[in-house]
């Protein structure tokens, strides 16, 4: 199982950024997804998950109305388009899959930063 | 939306055993789950579905749950050990992932 995040880096405040996630060594269509993210020394945050398919969304309540997370099963990819971002939002984001994975429990990828700064 | 609350930190000395408490409401209904991350590194699960241990986790590791708190233990800790311990579950109505604010081990 890997989960490779992209998309990262510096952006103003109100700027836009879309993070990727590309998974593989697993059946990617079977598995819901999540993105979870860390602000330097700070602790863990559930961002957004999405079900198998993308019908079913969900937000924590900092990002409701201004993430929105999708997948595109064909490319085995995971995406989140973070708008309006704020300073609030600096953190490294994890793609995540809560569940077993071909034995492993919770595969995380390594993260990609995201610095929201003036 | 469900909160998680667990005590910011936890000092034992080598040997002993460190209990790290989670409590939350939706916790009687909804499994909880602890994560290991040491200082620069992924999280990785220490104990899953409340009491269960994966493979290549060491025995020491333990949890246990009743009513709205679940703990986790580490019997004999050890210095290695010292890491930032978070739980985490889900809402109520289950549509939600909730991590508790997590706690810094000290092992000295």
């Known amino acids: 199982v890997q989960l490779v995040e992209s998309g990262g880096g510096v952006v103003r405040p109100g700027g836009s950024l879309r993070l990727s996630c590309a998974a593989s060594g697993f059946t990617f269509h079977e598995y819901g997804m999540n993105w979870v993210r860390q602000a330097p020394g700070k602790g863990l945050e559930w961002v957004s998950s999405?079900?198998?398919?993308?019908?079913?969304?969900g937000y924590g309540d900092a990002v409701k109305g201004r993430f929105t997370i999708s997948r595109d099963n064909a490319k085995n990819s995971l995406y989140l388009q973070m708008n309006s971002l704020r300073v609030e939002d600096t953190a490294l984001y994890y793609c995540v899959i809560f569940g077993m994975v071909g034995g492993e429990i919770d595969p995380w990828g390594q993260g990609t930063l995201v610095t929201v700064s003036s | 939306s469900s909160e998680l609350t667990q005590p910011p930190s936890v000092s034992v000395s080598p040997g002993q055993t460190a209990r790290i408490t989670c409590s939350g409401d939706?916790?009687?209904?909804?499994?909880a789950y602890w994560y290991q991350q040491k200082s620069g590194q992924v999280p990785v699960v220490v104990i899953y579905e409340d009491s269960k241990r994966p493979s290549g986790i060491p025995e020491r590791f333990s949890g246990s749950s009743s009513g709205t708190m679940v703990t986790l233990a580490i019997s004999g800790a050890q210095v290695e050990d010292e890491a930032d311990y978070y739980c985490?579950?889900?809402?109520?109505?289950?549509?939600?992932?909730?991590f508790g604010g997590g706690t810094k081990l000290t092992v000295l």
């Open positions: 985490y579950s889900t809402d109520s109505g289950g549509d939600h992932v909730v």
């Open positions: 999405t079900n198998w398919n993308g019908d079913n969304t």
């Open positions: 939706s916790l009687p209904k909804k499994y």
